[in-house]
């Protein structure tokens, strides 16, 4: 905890999605221990109730001075009740959550604004014009990599207030436990975090792949739920049948040779399971998250799409993943990998876990700012 006669301070953190309050998870019990109350707030209804998730579930020891509210994202006068209703002293953004109105109303009336896992894309430096006031505004951007700490300094950041700290994604998945009972081995093969522009492509290499290998198992897993439907009427039209996961009986054993990921939250546990795994969104997108896989130890295929992931790329790339060009080679690969076990393929974990500490790097930088006022 703080020592005694620390001035207490008051912290709003907000991320997009589900995805970004997973990476807060770490900086948020970190900020709680220390004793500062926390209103956090998220863009998407699944980010708010992981919030509440997470409070109900008492991951913070002290819930009573933590709370969940909706965030003032575009409006003048909500952003100057919240102020007040939250006494917010440090608005803590996740990402590139840069909303002008929110960052103008409170930095106006004293309030100090981070952007922790700071990212900042071609499009972001496109819209110069609309955030660079914004950009002058922040008291600190914690940068994933040195191109976004060049790119946030371009965009209009002071340069004594960039720094590189890393992603809180990696760290936060690279400091997990391992399940102390991971499945035994269920697939041969995961496509994850599926995008409908990956569906054509992969169902065609899926055809494939099964006519060189008939008895093996593989799982799709859709970013996105609704997408099943879709994803099974086009699979007939190639003559593959795939079942849902959550309606085989006892999928240990299973004897499918395609099933659907039909359920939110079990991706990560079930990469244990798979010898290998390729990542969708990754070929005609802006990424999707890596380490996930690379942290269950199967080997690990990605497309060239890596703009959203470039920290995890970069240790990725160096470690033992596997970049590839299109769907038919990411196929192709997998087919080859087979042959090799499961450690031979696998990104080094060990060297992974080396680059961890971004939380608290992080921490450090959000203390040094609180306490310098």
């Not at 992931?309 to 240790?315: D, G, I, K, P, S």
């Not at 299109?326 to 087979?338: F, H, P, T, V």
């Amino acid at each position: 905890m703080r020592q005694a006669g620390a001035i207490p301070t008051s912290i709003w953190v907000h991320g997009a999605s589900l995805g970004d309050v997973h990476a807060l998870r770490a900086l948020t019990k970190a900020l709680h221990y220390k004793g500062y109350s926390l209103t956090l707030s998220a863009s998407t209804l699944s980010g708010q109730t992981r919030w509440r998730e997470l409070i109900a579930s008492h991951f913070f020891t002290g819930p009573s001075s933590v709370q969940v509210c909706k965030a003032p994202l575009l409006s003048r006068y909500q952003a100057q009740r919240c102020f007040k209703e939250s006494k917010a002293q440090l608005l803590i953004l996740e990402l590139l959550e840069v909303w002008p109105t929110w960052i103008k109303t409170w930095t106006a009336v004293g309030a100090q604004v981070v952007v922790v896992d700071g990212r900042v894309s071609p499009r972001t430096l496109n819209a110069k014009f609309l955030l660079r006031s914004s950009f002058t505004r922040l008291s600190l951007f914690l940068a994933q990599t040195s191109l976004d700490a060049s790119r946030a300094i371009q965009m209009g950041c002071s340069p004594d207030r960039v720094h590189v700290c890393g992603d809180a994604k990696v760290d936060s998945l690279l400091t997990e436990n391992i399940p102390s009972d991971p499945h035994k081995k269920m697939f041969d093969l995961i496509l994850g975090c599926i995008r409908p522009k990956d569906e054509r492509p992969m169902l065609l290499e899926i055809n494939s792949y099964l006519r060189i290998k008939p008895n093996h198992r593989i799982l799709i897993a859709p970013r996105h739920l609704e997408r099943i439907t879709k994803i099974q009427r086009r699979a007939a039209k190639y003559d593959l049948n795939i079942s849902r996961l959550s309606t085989l009986r006892n999928y240990v054993n299973l004897q499918h040779q395609v099933c659907v990921l039909d359920g939110y939250g079990m991706l990560a546990q079930l990469y244990y399971s798979t010898h290998c795994a390729i990542i969708g969104g990754t070929f005609f997108d802006r990424g999707q998250n890596l380490i996930e896989a690379a942290r269950a130890g199967c080997g690990l295929i990605y497309g060239p799409k890596l703009e959203h992931q470039r920290a995890q790329a970069e240790l990725v790339n160096r470690h033992g993943g596997h970049l590839v060009s299109s769907w038919r080679e990411a196929m192709s690969l997998a087919l080859a990998l087979q042959d090799k076990t499961r450690k031979e393929i696998a990104v080094n974990f060990e060297v992974l876990h080396q680059h961890t500490g971004v939380v608290q790097r992080q921490l450090k930088m959000i203390e040094a700012l609180i306490f310098s006022r």
